[in-house]
């Protein structure tokens, strides 16, 4: 089984700011690992994808990750918000093998203040 | 490329009444998934469907139940109602031939049980 916990359950930052939102997993197996972004009344949008190779990741609208397996993390960054990055963002984590069941953390939401 | 379509978006029903919610896969793909998430929760997953067969099952009750059709489309339908079910249904399609495909979601169905 896996699990996912999202460190920041609020981050509030200044617009032109640099933004890291931490997520840790924990799996008995290899996992993929995944950002998503919902804006506010919408679904899911996927932000960026670990799947194998280099363990830094770039993702749309900026976005970057590092995956470290020893500490089973994956936080995500940007180097410089924009008043529309405010959202829910969540890490996920799915087994490499059987059914493509996501599981989520709770998420983190991101305020970019003016 | 179409993307993945749900309806409807918004649904009210009362205890002990059924829902079934409807999904429309990418273009493309033959999986789907869907998720339930409660008001300030990440999304849990329910079940997956391939090829018209439930391909794994989260921790959900035999009420939730579902279908994929052969054109790949899909419904979720709930028996019997309770207020803890109100939560937005999220619908996700990916290609389950290729196991590191991504998952990609549509907008949901925000349900509310009264």
């Known amino acids: 089984a896996q699990s996912v916990t999202q460190l920041d359950s609020q981050v509030p930052v200044f617009e032109e700011a640099p933004v890291e939102l931490r997520c840790n997993y924990s799996s008995s197996v290899s996992v993929y690992l995944f950002w998503y972004v919902q804006y506010p009344n919408q679904g899911l949008q996927l932000l960026l994808k670990y799947l194998s190779g280099s363990t830094l990741v770039k993702g749309i609208n900026g976005f970057e990750a590092e995956f470290n397996k020893s500490q089973t993390s994956f936080h995500l960054r940007k180097p410089s918000v924009h008043i529309s990055d405010t959202a829910e963002y969540f890490c996920?984590?799915?087994?490499?093998?059987?059914?493509?069941?996501?599981?989520f953390g709770q998420g983190t939401r991101l305020t970019i203040n003016p | 490329e179409t993307g993945v379509t749900q309806s409807p978006t918004h649904l009210i029903k009362t205890r002990g009444q059924q829902v079934t919610l409807r999904c429309s896969s990418q273009s493309g793909h033959n999986t789907v998934s869907w998720y339930q998430q409660a008001l300030g929760q990440g999304p849990q997953f329910i079940f997956q469907y391939y090829r018209e067969e439930e391909n794994g099952r989260g921790n959900f009750p035999p009420r939730f139940s579902g279908l994929q059709f052969p054109n790949y489309s899909s419904e979720l339908n709930v028996n019997a109602l309770e207020l803890d079910d109100s939560a937005l249904y999220l619908c996700a399609s990916s290609k389950r031939d290729f196991n590191t495909d991504t998952q990609y979601f549509g907008p949901g169905t925000r349900l509310t049980v009264l």
């Open positions: 996920a984590v799915r087994s490499i093998q059987g059914a493509q069941k996501l599981v």
